[in-house]
């Protein structure tokens, strides 16, 4: 099936039930209807519609990329189109970059451009709000050890925070009663058209989920008062995983410093300075945020949290580990050096992954012995190095198994840079002063 242009067709948000409905179509002939129910906050007496409003239309470009892969096209048309210039070029760099893992899976040249159209005229808003000196925090919870990092050095600060999620709110509850901070539910429904069309033929691949959840987290914010969106990105997610024909491919490139940077002008440019969005992890790599999940809030979320990306996809109404794909033999490796081997083999329901032989070629990769590193979440290679050489302790017999060498300077605990305001890297520094 080919199409000509893709069609970003009307938004409409119900302020009396937080439903959002987002309209899509390849040439008015194939149409997409995505539904968002986001929570709204009954002690909010007022929010700011404009703002909303921005904030909704902003997400209704970004959810696109969900439906805009499945068939190329030769251009794009938004109705009553609100992009300025500046936006504009930052939708085309977002899907460009954000596609790219998908252009590798289907063959596609990634130099393709991706134009949106966008209406003459610069607002600039930079000027015209004022930043707040009584941030009110609103952290994305995932269900892995990342967020619970961010939420729980956050707690005792003094500072307001909530915490929300997308989808998975059945298996999610345990861990968000364990947190115990206000959380927000939002759920997000892919048309089922899309599925159709991807059993009929059309391209599919992985898009930039956090872009998504960024936009989506800012529209909650907005929703419950919140002058803060916290996410929980390393620094080590700016790592590309390969070139594919002379560009870098990054699978977290939505998490990367790049994309939060960014975003943060994209922010300032459609809000002033009036709202912030940043990652509270940013200076950490992911072994290090292992080590000190491990070391204090492991016992605390032992049953209740997981990092797998296919914990989400079980039947079951609780958190799991499949104990069989790139994200879970990075997590067992990385936990390796901080736990007891029978605590990390309960914890993935009496597997050992270091010991599993069907592993052995992801934990090549994961080590840069050969082939790419795996198109998951997972550390720099350098990190799995580090981990798997603190990991011969107990498994000597790995040795021989996996050679590597690691730069004699590396070290996981160093400090990288940031993109947070002031204020909030102040504690971030005492809380891992602590450590």
Known sequence: MKYDKFIFNSYDFNYETGRLELNYSFDNELKFKEILNFQLDNEVSEINKADLD?????????????YYKAYEVNSIEIMNNKLTKSDAEFFSDTYSKGLREYYFINKLDPKKEIIFPFEQSEVNLKEQT?????????????????????????????IDIATWSLNHKEQLEPLVNTI???????SREIDLNLIKANEDGALNGHVPISAILAFAGTVQALLCGRTDLVVSNEKTAS???????????????????????????????????????YSFLRPLTELRIAELFVNTYLEKYMSVFSSCNKAFKLSSNSMSWCGECPKCAFVFLAFTPFVEM???????????????????KTYKELLG????????????IKESRS????????????????????????????????????EIKLSFDSWISQF
Request: aromatic share 14%.
């Open 387 to 422: 981990a798997m050489r603190m990991a011969f302790d107990k498994y000597p017999e790995l040795e021989d198994k996996y050679a590597f060498d690691i730069p004699s300077d590396y070290d996981y605990k160093k400090l990288g840079s940031d993109l947070m305001p002031e």
């Open 239 to 277: 790592e590309p995983n390969f070139e594919y024909m002379g560009v870098e491919v990054n699978h977290q490139y939505s998490k990367s410093k790049e994309f939060e940077k960014k975003y943060q002008e994209f922010l300032e440019d459609n809000f002033g300075d009036s709202f912030r969005y």
């Open 180 to 186: 115990g901070t206000k959380h927000y539910f939002v």
């Open 369 to 380: 012995i050969e082939g790419n590193k795996p198109l998951e979440c997972v550390g720099e």
């Open 130 to 158: 004022i930043s707040t000196n009584d941030p009110y925090l609103l952290i994305g919870i995932g269900g892995g050890k990342d967020s619970l990092c961010s939420v729980e050095s956050l707690k005792d600060t003094g």
């Open 342 to 360: 029978e605590k990390l083999e309960e914890l993935f329901g009496g597997k050992n992954l270091l010991k599993d032989s069907l592993l052995e």
């Open 54 to 66: 921005k904030a909704l239309f902003n997400l209704y470009i970004m959810a696109g990329i969900s």
